[in-house]
């Protein structure tokens, strides 16, 4: 097997419903093209499209939302999209999603969430541990030398608030995300087509967010726009994701902020939000030890994974295999689950690295 397959990972951005199977995505297509919901030959265009700009990205989702609000989907999909990344070696998985309503089936954002549950529940072919560790119980979780065969993940969740949504709706959603904190969910994202909406409209609920103890991650940057830019950083969040569009005053500011940075290459090429991989802000964050994560934002419709990611990065930018074992490791002092899983990830990355060949002795280590 390949090193950037083996080789253990940590995903922290990656979207539900993003990262559908294709063979999945098609098959609920023609299924609801049969029952004549949608005219397929009219949607096949936008999901086999191979580049797409930002706009083409959010119509594409907008069709995956149809065919995807539904709970017994939504179960499939989660127990799929957990197989996945285990299959490829992530051993803690951060998965987020949008609650969504839909008074046309019975669908609250409650059974919306326990329908993502169900599939967390569902999965039967490698061990998930998402109920948050108790605080008096001082097991090894992940006992990776425990001699099972069976893969092991830890999946914890983060609840999206989308940029159409009203503020009553964001905060319903973080409401939502504190009352299933026992179930998992560690944080809020703030996601969506950021062509729209405004940032003053999600501001109370992710302040509401952080007083009650949830981590906030935000997509910031998709697009030039300075001003929100700006507001975003000011806010502090615990992670941001992508971090394109950025002035120099904003990079200052993320520099001396030392804000994680949340990187999906494969995913701002194909929405050319970036030129080319060769002139990708990757480079400049990480050379200057500012604390990154590579993921796949949304491995189904970009048609990644992460071992691809590492893959691509390796390749664009001389990193070895020794390099790209720490970039992976150190992305687990940027988790947002408790001190035991951390402690657990970072033995077991320690064990790891003997049979991978690599050093145990860290390159460099995050100054958060
Ligand atoms: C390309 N970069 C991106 N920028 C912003 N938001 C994105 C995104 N990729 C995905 N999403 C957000 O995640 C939703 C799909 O997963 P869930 O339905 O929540 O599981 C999309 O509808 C969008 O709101
Ligand atoms: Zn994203």
Same mark, same amino acid.
């Given at each position: 097997?390949? %090193? %950037?397959?083996?080789?253990?990972?940590?995903?922290?951005?990656?979207?539900?419903?993003?990262?559908?199977?294709?063979?999945?995505?098609?098959?609920?297509? !023609?299924?609801?093209?049969?029952?004549?919901?949608?005219?397929?030959?009219?949607?096949?265009?936008?999901?086999?499209?191979?580049?797409?700009?930002?706009?083409?990205?959010?119509?594409?989702?907008?069709?995956?939302?149809?065919?995807?609000?539904?709970? =017994?989907?939504?179960?499939?999909?989660?127990?799929?999209?957990?197989?996945?990344? =285990?299959?490829?070696?992530?051993?803690?998985?951060?998965?987020?999603?949008?609650?969504?309503?839909?008074?046309?089936?019975?669908?609250?954002?409650?059974?919306?969430?326990? =329908?993502?549950?169900?599939?967390?529940?569902?999965?039967?072919?490698?061990?998930?541990?998402?109920?948050?560790?108790?605080?008096?119980?001082?097991?090894?979780?992940?006992?990776?030398?425990?001699?099972?065969?069976?893969? @092991?993940?830890?999946?914890?969740?983060?609840?999206?608030?989308? +940029?159409?949504?009203?503020?009553?709706?964001?905060?319903?959603?973080?409401?939502? =995300?504190?009352?299933?904190?026992?179930?998992?969910?560690?944080?809020?994202?703030?996601?969506?087509?950021?062509?729209?909406?405004?940032?003053?409209?999600?501001?109370?609920?992710? !302040?509401?967010?952080?007083?009650?103890?949830?981590?906030?991650?935000?997509?910031?940057?998709?697009?030039?726009?300075? !001003?929100?830019?700006?507001?975003?950083?000011?806010?502090?969040?615990? @992670?941001?994701?992508?971090?394109?569009?950025?002035?120099?005053?904003? %990079?200052?500011?993320?520099?001396?902020?030392?804000?994680?940075?949340?990187?999906?290459?494969?995913?701002?090429?194909?929405?050319?939000?970036?030129?080319?991989?060769?002139?990708?802000?990757?480079?400049?964050?990480?050379?200057?030890?500012?604390?990154?994560?590579?993921?796949?934002?949304?491995?189904?419709?970009?048609?990644?994974?992460?071992?691809?990611?590492?893959?691509?990065?390796?390749?664009?930018?001389?990193?070895?295999?020794?390099?790209?074992?720490?970039?992976? +490791?150190?992305?687990?002092?940027?988790?947002?689950?408790? +001190?035991?899983?951390?402690?657990?990830?970072?033995?077991?990355?320690?064990?790891?690295? !003997?049979?991978?060949?690599?050093?145990?002795?860290?390159?460099?280590?995050?100054?958060?």
């Amino acid at each position: 097997m390949e %090193w %950037w397959v083996s080789m253990p990972k940590v995903e922290l951005h990656a979207h539900l419903n993003g990262s559908i199977r294709d063979s999945t995505l098609l098959e609920l297509t !023609k299924a609801l093209g049969e029952k004549g919901v949608i005219n397929f030959s009219q949607v096949e265009h936008i999901i086999m499209k191979y580049n797409r700009s930002v706009k083409e990205v959010f119509q594409l989702f907008d069709l995956i939302r149809i065919l995807t609000t539904d709970h =017994a989907i939504l179960t499939r999909i989660t127990r799929e999209v957990i197989e996945d990344f =285990a299959s490829e070696n992530v051993v803690y998985l951060e998965l987020r999603t949008t609650p969504k309503r839909n008074d046309a089936i019975g669908m609250t954002k409650g059974s919306y969430f326990e =329908a993502v549950l169900e599939g967390l529940r569902s999965v039967t072919s490698v061990d998930v541990n998402f109920i948050p560790h108790d605080k008096e119980d001082s097991r090894t979780l992940f006992s990776p030398n425990n001699g099972s065969s069976r893969k @092991r993940i830890y999946v914890r969740l983060l609840l999206s608030i989308d +940029r159409r949504e009203t503020t009553e709706a964001a905060m319903e959603t973080v409401k939502l =995300a504190l009352e299933m904190k026992q179930f998992g969910v560690v944080g809020i994202d703030l996601s969506g087509n950021p062509l729209v909406g405004d940032w003053n409209t999600y501001l109370p609920a992710l !302040k509401f967010a952080r007083n009650q103890g949830l981590y906030v991650s935000l997509h910031c940057g998709e697009i030039p726009n300075p !001003k929100e830019i700006h507001q975003m950083l000011d806010f502090k969040p615990e @992670r941001i994701g992508h971090a394109i569009c950025f002035e120099k005053e904003h %990079w200052e500011i993320l520099k001396s902020s030392k804000i994680p940075v949340e990187i999906c290459l494969t995913s701002n090429i194909r929405t050319l939000a970036v030129r080319s991989i060769q002139v990708h802000h990757f480079v400049g964050l990480y050379e200057t030890k500012h604390p990154v994560v590579l993921c796949t934002d949304d491995s189904g419709v970009f048609s990644t994974c992460l071992s691809k990611e590492y893959k691509i990065a390796a390749d664009a930018f001389g990193l070895g295999k020794r390099e790209s074992f720490e970039l992976s +490791r150190n992305a687990v002092e940027l988790i947002f689950a408790e +001190r035991q899983v951390k402690e657990d990830l970072t033995k077991y990355f320690d064990s790891v690295a !003997k049979t991978m060949g690599v050093y145990k002795n860290k390159i460099h280590s995050y100054e958060l």
